[in-house]
C-alpha cells in the first residue's frame, strides 16, 4: 500500500513503524509541519501494560523507550503542610515527548519510511495520491476539520492549565496543593529525565482571573507561578514548551470526540479521534494504542473499508473505561470546592477515588467512610480465608452470615456517626436511600423493612 501519516507525533510514528514491520513493501511518508528537531512536549507518562504491548509489537524500540524511561514508584499528594502517600507499589514510565519523537522517527527512517518536515498538511486534497491517509495531526487535526463527515464534537472544560517543565527533578508524582489569595492552585509533577521535570499547573477560572493572570504576559505568568510554587521549586525555574517561554499558555482542555472515525480513506487516530483529560495521563499510551490496532486490521485484512471499520469498533470499545475514568477525573478538579475542606488524609483519599462513579453523588466524608469500611471488609475477607476451614467447622452457614453482617453493619453504623456523615447525607438529597434512610444496624428500619 502506498500510506500517507499527517503528523510525525508517537500516534504516526508509531503507526508507520507498526506497518512496516507487517509488510516492509508499504510505501509510507510521513508528513510534519514542523522542522526536524523542533519536537514540542513535556512528559509521557505510560504503565507496564503498554510496555508489554511495546516489546510484543517491536522489541527493539521497546528495548529503547524502557532503556531512556525516567521510571517512579510512588505518588504523593501534599497540601497543608502534609506529604501524603497515596498510591504506590508498581512502576511508571515517564518519557520525555521530544526524546521519544527522535527514537521513533529515527527507528522508522531505518525502516525505510519517509519523514517530510516543514509540510504542513490542510486537507486531504493536498497529498498526493495514497491508498490510506492517517490523520495523526491531534487535537486541532486540519485534516479532520476540514472534513465535517467525522461530526465533530469538542467540549471545553471550566479550569484553566497551562503545561510547563522545570529544571528541578521530581523523583515522584507529587500533586501540589496551594492556597493563594485568590483560591487554590494546583501541580502536577514528574521528572521526566536526567535533567528536566513536567510541571503542570491548574486552577479554576475565578482564581486565574482573580490572580491577574488573564492580563498577564507569558513571561509575568511564569515568574508569577515561580513565587507562588516557591516551596516546590526550591529555587529552580519554570519553562515553556521547549524552553521558550513565549510557549507558555494557559488553556481550556478540549474533550473532542467524532461521530466517525473513518471516512473513505482518510482515518484518525490519537488525540484526532479522541482525547482524555490529562489528569489521567493516557493520551499518548491511548495513541500508541491506536496505531497498533490500526496497523493489525489494516494487516489482517484485504478489504480496507472492513479494515477500517473494524478497527474503529475495536478502539471504541477499549478506550471507554479511560474516557470514563477521564471525564469524572476532570469533573473532580473542577470541583475542587466539594473536597478541599477535608482533612488532608481524607481529601488524599478522595483524590485517588477520583474516577468512582459513586463519589459525585455522595457526601465526601460518607464516600470517605465508606471506602475505609470497603477496605475493613477486604481485611475480614482475607482473613476469613485463611481461618476458613476452623470457621466452618464451628458455625453453619446461617450463623456465619448473620453474624458477618451484623458485625459489617456496627462498624459502619459506628463510622458513619462518628464522623457525623448521616447528617449530612441528610442534608444532602439522598442517591441512595439506604444510605440515607435504613438502619444500617440489624433489625427494623424506620420504614418496617429489613435493611440490606
Known amino acids: 500500500m502506498k500510506i500517507a501519516c499527517i503528523g510525525g507525533g508517537p500516534a504516526g510514528l508509531y503507526f508507520a513503524l507498526s506497518m512496516k514491520l507487517r509488510d516492509p513493501r508499504h510505501d509510507i511518508t510521513v508528513l510534519e509541519r514542523r522542522k526536524a528537531g523542533s519536537s514540542f512536549g513535556w512528559g509521557i507518562t505510560f504503565e507496564p501494560r503498554l510496555l508489554q504491548k511495546l516489546y510484543r509489537n517491536d522489541p527493539e ?41 527522535r527514537l521513533l522517527s529515527a527507528r522508522v527512517q531505518h525502516l525505510g519510511v519517509r519523514i517530510d518536515y516543514g509540510h504542513e498538511v490542510l486537507s486531504a486534497s493536498q497529498l498526493p495520491e495514497a491508498d490510506l491517509i492517517l490523520a495523526a495531526d491531534g487535537a486541532n487535526s486540519r485534516i479532520r476539520q476540514a472534513n465535517p463527515n467525522f461530526g465533530t464534537d469538542i467540549r471545553m472544560s471550566q479550569d484553566k492549565y497551562i503545561w510547563l517543565g522545570t529544571d528541578k527533578i521530581f523523583d515522584t508524582f507529587t500533586f501540589h496543593f496551594v492556597q493563594t489569595s485568590g483560591g487554590w492552585l494546583w501541580a502536577a509533577t514528574y521528572g521526566v529525565g536526567s535533567k528536566f521535570s513536567t510541571f503542570v499547573v491548574q486552577t479554576s477560572p475565578e482564581t486565574w482571573t482573580a490572580l491577574g493572570f488573564d492580563t498577564m504576559q507569558a513571561s509575568d505568568s511564569l515568574a508569577t507561578l515561580e513565587e507562588l510554587f516557591k516551596d516546590q521549586l526550591e529555587g529552580h525555574r519554570l519553562m515553556g514548551q521547549v524552553g521558550e517561554v513565549g510557549n507558555a499558555r494557559w488553556l481550556n482542555f478540549r474533550t473532542v470526540s467524532n461521530q466517525r472515525w473513518h471516512d473513505d480513506k482518510v482515518v484518525l487516530a490519537g488525540d484526532s479521534a479522541h482525547t482524555t483529560h490529562f489528569s489521567i495521563g493516557q493520551g499518548t499510551a491511548l495513541a500508541i494504542e491506536d496505531a497498533i490496532a490500526l496497523a493489525e486490521n489494516v494487516h489482517r485484512c484485504d478489504d480496507l473499508g472492513l479494515a477500517l471499520e473494524s478497527y474503529e469498533q475495536q478502539r471504541r470499545a477499549e478506550i471507554r473505561p479511560a474516557q470514563s475514568q477521564a471525564r469524572l477525573s476532570g469533573q473532580w478538579f473542577e470541583n475542587l470546592s466539594r473536597y478541599i475542606a477535608l482533612e488532608p488524609r481524607q481529601f488524599a483519599v478522595l483524590l485517588h477515588a477520583r474516577c468512582s462513579p459513586l463519589l459525585p453523588p455522595l457526601p465526601p466524608r460518607l464516600f470517605y467512610q465508606l471506602q475505609r469500611a470497603s477496605q475493613e471488609v477486604v481485611i475480614v475477607r482475607k482473613l476469613r480465608k485463611r481461618h476458613r476451614p476452623v470457621v466452618k467447622r464451628a458455625l453453619p452457614p446461617a450463623t456465619r452470615l448473620f453474624l458477618l453482617g451484623q458485625h459489617l453493619g456496627e462498624f459502619l453504623s459506628e463510622k458513619l456517626e462518628d ?22 444496624t440489624p433489625g427494623k428500619s424506620s420504614r418496617g423493612r429489613t435493611p440490606l
Open 61 to 101: 524500540s521497546a528495548r529503547e523507550i524502557e532503556q531512556a524511561a525516567f521510571v517512579w514508584h510512588e505518588q504523593f499528594v501534599s497540601i497543608r503542610g502534609e506529604r501524603i502517600l497515596y498510591d504506590g507499589g508498581r512502576d511508571m514510565y515517564n518519557f520525555n515527548r521530544p526524546d521519544m519523537t
Open 419 to 440: 464522623s457525623g456523615v448521616l447528617g449530612e447525607a441528610k442534608a444532602e438529597r439522598p442517591v441512595f436511600p439506604t444510605l440515607a434512610t435504613f438502619s444500617l
